[in-house]
């Protein structure tokens, strides 16, 4: 960089005295060492290439000082003054009131920023501050019948803070908490006015009030202590499983007949809205109009206030569609937590409330329905630990296994590039979104498959594909590499984090997160 600027020799300087001509010497003739003497406030970011040139930052201070400034004190003086009014007894103070606050017109500046891309949820960020202020902050004690004011003036402070913005959800602002702390003891000088005169110019008390400052503030925030500041519930920002709804399917009553000859053979197909997990099924009842199931399933719930049961009834067909003889919705809400409710639901063409014809009658559907949410204690743990528990409900033995799709990478097809992931384990096939036009997808999308034992021997089958938006191609749907993942190292670690090479693909991998939760 040094030579750089020897090259440009856009700058000069002069060697004077007062009784000679000052003497020009060209930049570029000048050696490292003058130069460093020239510059001796070289930004970060041109001394290290980590760290990067964040200007539009600095800007944005500057012009959004004046409300910033007003906004951070009303929020220091809220947060002060409750600590203030507890601490004062102790010390026979009567009050301590802020006469003046305000942090001047000279906003701090940034020096540059270092960015750190890891395979977690999350973003970390260590940005370099330094701040000359000019703020006036004047405070009024008063005690034992006086009266002293105490100005602090000539502010400055330098700091290299790490910001940590994680988990990262998928609700604005994207990002659930905010963890902050100081990677070295920062600097901090000021001076401290009373009646008129500076302390800080006492002799040995400028030098102890330094290292005080600088030692309670390392205690609190020096890495790896940190400051935490919640900005959503992560419960609500990730859409995290919530509770279980435990359905029984137990019969059927005076169904329609379907089949021109014979009766009806019925099933019945159930999930739950605003989810992407597959579809439950009953056996099939043959030629029985009656029938009974008695059959029994949980599924993962994520919103009790918004999802709904869906029931479809269908008549099996050995050969080309399979009628649907009716359906229903049951809203979760309606469900008191814990209490097993029986419920029988009269079969409907469809959910269109001004379709004349549900006025027929199809039939009815008896369920037994008991949502079951997770403890307050298990959902108020943090929730980006990876070692979460599985609901109580789980299997005996068993467990919930977790599969989250982060990103793919250099997944390129012949033909069109629109990928999403499947997955595959023990028949049942999940689908991520597809991302249009994309070599370096990212879905952060998860999946959960509760499980009677642990998969010790089961392989989990993820497959990148593509398709493609135009009607009529050749090759509407291509594979861009596949992995098969043995599930053992999970069940043993309970997680890992790992990225995958890609099979049939060049140089395609995959970010594939595995939890094993179980119950104990």
């Given at each position: 960089m040094l030579d750089k600027l020897r090259h440009k020799s856009c700058i000069s300087f002069s060697n004077c005295s007062l009784d000679q001509n000052p003497v020009i010497r060209p930049l570029a003739e000048q050696d490292s060492q003058s130069l460093q003497r020239l510059l001796h406030e070289i930004p970060l970011w041109?001394?290290?290439?980590?760290?990067?040139?964040?200007?539009?930052?600095?800007?944005?201070?500057?012009?959004?000082?004046?409300?910033?400034?007003?906004?951070?004190?009303?929020?220091?003086?809220?947060?002060?003054?409750?600590?203030?009014?507890?601490?004062?007894?102790?010390?026979?103070?009567?009050?301590?009131?802020?006469?003046?606050?305000?942090?001047?017109?000279?906003?701090?500046?940034?020096?540059?920023?270092?960015?750190?891309?890891?395979?977690?949820?999350?973003?970390?960020?260590?940005?370099?501050?330094?701040?000359?202020?000019?703020?006036?902050?004047?405070?009024?004690?008063?005690?034992?019948?006086?009266?002293?004011?105490?100005?602090?003036?000539?502010?400055?402070?330098?700091?290299?803070p790490r910001i940590t913005l994680k988990p990262l959800v998928p609700s604005f602002p994207c990002f659930a908490k905010i963890v902050v702390s100081l990677m070295e003891k920062p600097h901090v000088d000021f001076g401290l006015n009373v009646v008129g005169a500076d302390l800080m110019s006492i002799p040995g008390l400028y030098t102890f009030v330094?290292?005080?400052?600088?030692?309670?503030?390392?205690?609190?925030?020096?890495?790896p202590k940190?400051?935490?500041?919640?900005?959503?519930?992560?419960?609500?920002?990730?859409?995290?499983?919530?509770?279980?709804?435990?359905?029984?399917?137990?019969?059927?009553?005076?169904?329609?007949?379907?089949?021109?000859?014979?009766?009806?053979?019925?099933?019945?197909?159930?999930?739950?809205?605003?989810?992407?997990?597959?579809?439950?099924?009953?056996?099939?009842?043959?030629k029985n109009l009656n029938p009974e199931w008695n059959e029994e399933f949980s599924i993962v719930v994520k919103d009790p206030e918004s999802q709904a049961l869906e029931l479809i009834v269908y008549d099996w067909e050995q050969v080309g569609k399979h009628d649907k003889m009716g359906t229903n919705v049951v809203p979760l809400k309606e469900l008191t937590p814990y209490e097993p409710k029986v419920m029988t639901l009269d079969l409907l063409k469809n959910l269109n409330q001004n379709d004349a014809q549900d006025d027929k009658f199809r039939g009815q559907l008896v369920l037994e329905l008991t949502y079951k949410p997770f403890k307050e204690d298990d959902m108020s743990k943090d929730l980006d630990n990876p070692l979460q528990k599985a609901p109580e409900e789980t299997p005996p033995g068993g467990g919930v296994l977790v599969v989250v799709v982060h990103e793919a990478q250099d997944v390129e097809g012949k033909h069109h590039n629109n990928p999403y992931v499947r997955i595959i384990f023990k028949g049942e096939e999940r689908k991520t979104k597809h991302v249009k036009k994309n070599r370096d997808p990212r879905w952060e999308e998860e999946f959960t498959f509760m499980l009677e034992e642990p998969p010790l021997k089961e392989k989990l089958h993820v497959e990148v594909l593509s398709t493609s938006t135009r009607i009529g191609l050749l090759h509407p749907k291509e594979t861009l590499g596949y992995v098969n993942i043995s599930l053992?190292?999970?069940?043993?670690?309970?997680?890992?984090?790992?990225?995958?090479?890609?099979?049939?693909?060049?140089?395609?991998k995959i970010q594939i997160e595995l939890q094993w939760r179980t119950s104990s």
């Open positions: 041109v001394k290290n290439p980590d760290y990067d040139r964040i200007d539009w930052l600095n800007k944005f201070l500057e012009v959004m000082w004046p409300f910033l400034d007003k906004a951070i004190c009303k929020t220091a003086k809220n947060i002060a003054n409750p600590i203030i009014a507890e601490q004062i007894p102790k010390y026979k103070i009567e009050s301590v009131e802020f006469e003046e606050l305000t942090l001047g017109s000279l906003p701090p500046t940034f020096q540059g920023m270092k960015v750190f891309v890891t395979e977690e949820k999350e973003l970390i960020m260590e940005p370099t501050l330094k701040w000359a202020g000019n703020p006036n902050v004047t405070l009024v004690i008063k005690a034992f019948g006086l009266k002293a004011t105490v100005q602090v003036v000539d502010l400055q402070i330098f700091a290299q330094q290292e005080l400052i600088k030692d309670q503030v390392a205690n609190m925030y020096l890495w940190t400051l935490e500041v919640e900005i959503l519930d992560p419960t609500k920002a990730m859409k995290r499983p919530v509770g279980i709804l435990h359905v029984k399917v137990l019969r059927a009553m005076k169904l329609r007949k379907k089949d021109l000859l014979g009766a009806s053979d019925p099933y019945v197909k159930l999930k739950i809205t605003e989810s992407k997990a597959p579809s439950k099924k009953t056996a099939v009842k043959h053992a190292d999970v069940v043993n670690n309970k997680r890992i984090n790992e990225k995958y090479h890609l099979i049939d693909s060049k140089n395609g």
